[in-house]
């Protein structure tokens, strides 16, 4: 009963959190001096738009009538998936978002899994040969790879392999006009992603690393170690069954953090190899000062980060069941 409750609670939270950030985006171009349709859409993009386009737009957001009428085709709006219309693009906010999120999801999912799945093991063999050669040179090299910024490690990696040596494609995520189909395809996509994900793991790898390998560390002198050794149980047994298996709490935590830094990242990522994400779809909609496409950009980012946020939460309870019984 206590685990149901407490997941209850952090979906509960979750979805305050939601209700949160959907008023805010409610209110607060309502709040801004002038018409709400000059507030939203900015003076720029009403130059551009027709009479029609704009008195349609009224009638949809309900800009003529009482905040209690606005709310109303609000929420009715986002039921719909409607996020408002996008006029540098000339289409809804949600239909160019879509075809834009596959690609960062692609990104930043491939570079969460490999970068935790890569930390923890390269941390459980730095931290039981800790003060081994190779103990020390995977602390001095994560860590130097850790202090730069993911688009700093991007425009290097991007230099050397894409102009220099010219061993991957210097942009998008597929060849333009290639026709390419079925697995020349996927092969395609995947030399377009290598780069990007690259930067984003070398990255994000030094944090996952160094937290496993400091776990592995204090574990080494508990009693249940020492007891599996008398048992005769082998290195490999110790170190992935008993020892490796509690480094994935703290990592599972970290996660957590390390998500909203993952997203931000690819953004800038995205941005340095014109890769078809958020991050390119957002300097676009920057360079256009298309506002309604910018804070729909930003409400989903929100939303994802949110989303794993409470996917993480919900998994390590059920990794630690002594959770339950923390309330």
Not at 57 to 78: G, H, K, M
Not at 215 to 226: A, D, M, N, Q
Request: with cysteine; charged share 15%; proline share 4%.
């Amino acid at each position: 009963m206590n685990r149901e409750q407490n997941s209850r609670t952090s979906i509960l939270n979750y979805i305050i959190a939601l209700a949160v950030i959907f008023a805010l985006n409610f209110i607060l171009p309502r709040m801004m001096p002038g018409d709400p349709l000059h507030a939203i859409y900015g003076d720029e993009a009403l130059v551009a738009m027709t009479p029609q386009m704009e008195a349609s737009l009224i009638r949809e957001f309900a800009l003529d009538r009482s905040w209690t009428d606005q709310l109303l085709a609000y929420v009715i709006n986002l039921l719909h998936c409607d996020l408002g219309f996008s006029y540098y693009y000339r289409t809804q906010v949600s239909s160019v978002i879509m075809g834009a999120l596959p690609w960062t999801l692609l990104l930043t999912g491939l570079a969460l899994i490999i970068a935790t799945a890569l930390g923890i093991i390269l941390g459980i063999e730095s931290g039981w040969q800790r003060g081994a050669t190779l103990d020390r040179c995977l602390v001095a090299g994560l860590m130097f790879l850790s202090g730069f910024p993911d688009f700093f490690v991007g425009i290097i990696l991007l230099l050397i392999f894409g102009v220099s040596l010219n061993m991957a494609p210097l942009s998008g995520a597929v060849t333009p006009y290639a026709g390419l189909k079925g697995l020349d395809y996927l092969l395609d996509a995947l030399m377009h992603l290598i780069l990007p994900l690259a930067s984003l793991v070398a990255v994000q790898l030094g944090a996952v690393y160094l937290l496993t390998r400091n776990t592995i560390v204090t574990l080494l002198g508990e009693s249940f170690i020492l007891t599996a050794r008398a048992k005769g149980c082998s290195d490999l047994c110790i170190k992935y069954s008993h020892a490796g298996r509690n480094c994935l709490l703290p990592v599972t935590t970290a996660t957590g953090l390390r998500i909203p830094h993952l997203f931000t990242g690819a953004l800038f990522i995205e941005i340095i190899f014109s890769y078809p994400g958020l991050g390119s779809l957002l300097n676009s909609a920057l360079d256009a000062r298309d506002y309604p496409l910018i804070q729909g950009i930003l409400l989903i980012v929100t939303i994802a980060v949110l989303t794993a946020n409470l996917l993480v939460d919900l998994l390590y309870k059920r990794l630690d069941p002594r959770v339950k019984y923390a309330h």
